[in-house]
């Protein structure tokens, strides 16, 4: 049995916020493939568990008049990469998230508990810091909005007060549409494990051979998901050349700052993130429409 | 102690428990509806030997609280065989030996059972991504995969002659 001591289950967004502020000691817990982890792990005690698991409207994936897409935090990683919305305008998200873990874990975990977590090694992280995508925060005074980048505040810490809850995730159409992108997961080994580096580039191409806007992000290059905003602006304009891979992955290894852990040491991280950036870079022009 | 009342379906069976809410799923399935097809092994996600269909979809009970299976309809391995005739992944398992311990066996049918529902083309890629969150320390996986290629060729194209040869 896992260490609960009090388990209370929302309908609603509101209901989740009045149990949370009523309860200050108490944990969220959406899909479950974390906290009850934690829980047998006894990485966790004593457990007041406030469940939103099954609260509709924190799930699915939608698009707004004005194009801009719209993911439920709630929503599990299957749905969002079998999601027909992804498929066609997002595409590189839904490859993000099929790497998480194994079938069994995508149908559980949420792409809202993966960001919360506030860990670097987030599939979706990277893919949503190049998206440059809007994090909607509701609690009890309302509902405020953060761009992903600010909401990362270090390992493991977000910006979120105890009474709130990631709501969904925007993604506006200046940010995908015309865009072809790529993700990369370097692991040990492809199913479950987690990402020793994460890499995701963004292109839109100008005519077929210059590069009109790049983007790179990067997952365990540092103590939080990165944009390598340096070798974004030296590679915005430029035609696309076998120099200017070579220049996105020299730039991008004096932006990052990864560290040794029990994964994998600095030195073979920093290797990564100049292998994948170059490769991400490479397929990402091509999925854009460009020609070398 | 926390009781709350549920009902659910079990292999097309309706029934309402109380359960603990502690208590995952899998302890539920197994300790109290006796259904212990469902393994009991890592406890934390990885292995895939407690996997059932929850609403036609391949979850890990072990990290799945008893609770939110209210209203939800489950298939366990014990409600594949009807009327003492295996399913056809059942049979597949069998046919391709696809079983040495037997302990990871009822994980790997219930989420090859999900693939042949959904009705897609699986390339022997794509069910080796599939069939990725279950371990198995003994078959080497080798007659797994035939098992489930087997189960999951279109019917047509070999029928039951095929007795595993054609893809090897």
Redesign the interface.
């Known amino acids: ?4 001591i ?2 209370e ?1 929302a309908s609603c967004i509101e209901e989740a916020i009045k149990l949370l502020v009523a309860n200050p000691n108490a944990t969220l ?1 959406s899909g ?2 974390d906290v ?2 934690k829980l ?2 006894g990485r966790m005690h004593d457990a007041h568990l406030i ?1 939103i ?2 609260i509709k409207e924190l799930s699915g994936v939608s698009m707004l008049e004005d194009g801009t897409i719209v993911i439920g935090s709630g929503t599990s990683f ?1 749905k969002i990469s079998k999601h027909p919305i992804v498929q066609q305008f997002i595409p590189v998200l839904g490859e993000a998230v099929d790497m998480v ?5 995508r ?2 975990g949420t792409i809202g508990g993966n960001i919360c977590n506030g860990v670097t090694s987030a599939d979706s992280a990277s893919t949503l810091f190049a998206f440059n995508a809007r994090l909607e925060i509701q609690g009890p005074d309302g509902v405020r909005t953060v761009l992903i980048k600010e909401f990362y505040k270090g390992p493991g810490k977000v910006d979120l007060q105890h009474e709130e809850i990631l709501t969904a995730i925007f993604i506006t159409p200046d940010n995908y549409r015309g865009y072809g992108g790529h993700y990369i997961k370097y692991a040990m080994r ?3 494990d987690i990402a020793t580096l994460g890499c995701v580039a963004l292109c839109k191409v100008k005519g077929i051979h210059q590069i009109e806007d790049f983007r790179l992000a990067l997952g365990v290059a540092a103590p939080v998901p990165m944009r390598c905003t340096e070798t974004e602006r030296l590679i915005k304009g430029e035609f696309f050349t076998e120099e200017l891979i070579e220049k996105v992955g020299k730039t991008a290894l004096k932006e990052v700052n990864p560290r040794t852990s029990w994964r994998a040491s600095k030195d073979f991280r920093l290797q990564l993130v100049e292998e994948l950036s170059k490769r991400a870079f490479r397929q990402a022009f091509k999925n854009a429409g460009g020609e070398q | 102690m ?1 009781l ?1 009342k549920i009902t659910f379906k079990i292999n097309s069976k309706e029934i309402t428990i109380e359960v ?5 799923l899998l ?1 539920v399935l197994r300790n109290k509806l006796h259904m212990t097809g469902v393994k009991k092994g890592c ?4 292995c ?1 030997a407690c ?1 059932v269909l929850i609403d036609n ?4 009970t072990c ?3 008893a ?2 299976a209210d209203g939800k309809e489950i298939r366990t391995i014990e409600g594949e065989a009807k009327e003492g005739k295996l399913s056809k992944v059942q049979q597949s398992f069998l046919d391709e030996a696809a079983v040495q311990c037997g302990f990871c066996t009822p994980g790997f049918v219930m ?1 090859t059972t999900e693939m042949l529902e959904s009705g897609k083309v699986f390339s022997k890629e794509q069910i080796k ?6 371990m198995c320390r003994c078959t080497g996986y080798h007659n797994i995969m035939l098992a489930a290629e087997k189960a999951l060729q279109p019917a047509n194209k070999h029928g039951s002659e095929c007795h595993g040869k054609c893809h090897k």
């Open positions: 049995m896992y260490d609960i009090a388990y289950e817990i479950g493939s009850l982890i047998h792990e469940s698991h099954g299957s873990g194994g079938p069994q874990i149908n559980i492809n199913a479950m | 926390q709350k603990d809410v502690r208590e995952s302890d406890s934390v996600g990885e895939g996997t979809v391949a979850f890990d990290i799945y609280l609770v939110w989420s991504k599939e069939l990725s969150g279950h």
